[in-house]
């Protein structure tokens, strides 16, 4: 996730102003949305720019590992004797897919991958999600480092953790008026 900027209101003759940074650091959050529970898991991968390059490895292996571990970490929170099958949505990312990744699936064979149809982020719930938590935690801010990006990030799916209602509410695409 990146600072994002978006539209506010601010008093009138004064521009809002949000400065921003020559800085390539990114912060990656990988979360599973318990469509019945309204319970959240995620897990945070930094980017930073100065390591990836002193590392050497791309992007998408970086990701997948990254990825597979969060498929580790999603199949000890629902484990195969008390969840018979644990149904993932996914887009067509590069790191959805690779060796990591059935390696961590081997490791988990309850956890079953379902993929998305290309370019359709209206079909993955949790693509309206992410749009409340960019809001919340990143939209017109400027963090000094990706600390506390990464702070703001927390607290906010946090947040979201004591609202388990609004977030049903939210990915099944219904209004408040609507839910009766």
Known sequence: MVPTLQATLGVKGH????????????????????????LL??????????????????????????FADHLRHIGRVYPREQF??????????PWHRGKPIDEALAEGPHLELKRL????????????FWKVLRRRATHNRLFDAI???????????????????????????RRKEAVK
Request: with cysteine; hydrophobic share 35%.
């Open 147 to 173: 600390a506390d990006l990464k702070k703001s990030v927390r607290a906010s799916l946090g947040y979201f953790q004591t609202v388990r209602q609004r977030i049903l509410t939210l990915i099944n695409g």
């Open 84 to 93: 018979g099958r644990v149904v993932l949505l996914i887009d067509n990312a």
């Open 41 to 66: 898991h995620s897990n945070t991968l930094e980017s930073l720019q100065a390591a990836n390059r002193k590392s050497g490895e791309s992007k998408t292996r970086r990701m997948q590992r990254a």
């Open 117 to 128: 149809p290309s370019y359709s982020p209206q079909l993955n719930p949790i693509e309206r």
């Open 15 to 38: 521009r809002p102003v949000v400065g921003t940074r020559d800085c390539k650091d990114v912060l990656y959050v990988f979360a599973v949305l318990n469509l019945i529970s309204g």
